[in-house]
């Protein structure tokens, strides 16, 4: 299973604004944090805050935070709203589909991958190697972690 960067980038995001659950960010400073376009970014963060993942206030003191603790935002919940698509192989294009034992086991593999997701918030995935926000602020203090 390999996702989309559609999903990698709105995981990267929830991990930045984790690291700093009481300050509001901007999505340049995300961009520039990871190497990665702001433009990109920015329809992920703007879908990200319509479905309720993240808050964004505009103006000068304004940009997004996560709209929950980072407890409360389950991965498997966050990847099941940005894929558009979990058929491991077309199946349903292959005329022996509704006879195969194959098509069963990959339901039964995605079921399972989806289901090791399920078991994980924001919260654990923040805590699970330990600090990196060093790796994301440079010098600054680690203060910020959640965890």
Known sequence: MRLTRYSDYAMRV???LGCRPEQAC?????SKAYGISQNHLMK?????????????VRGRKGGIRLARSPAEINVGALIRHTEDDFDLVGCGSCIIAPACGLTSVFDEALTAFLSVLDSYSLADILAR???????????????????
Request: aromatic residues 12%; without cysteine.
């Open 26 to 30: 901007s999505i340049a400073e995300i």
């Open 44 to 56: 992920v963060v703007s879908d990200l805050v319509g479905s309720g993942f993240l808050t964004s």
């Open 129 to 147: 190697k330990g600090d990196f926000s060093h790796l994301l602020f440079g010098q600054e203090k680690s203060e910020y972690l959640v965890g």
């Open 14 to 16: 929830l991990l930045y």
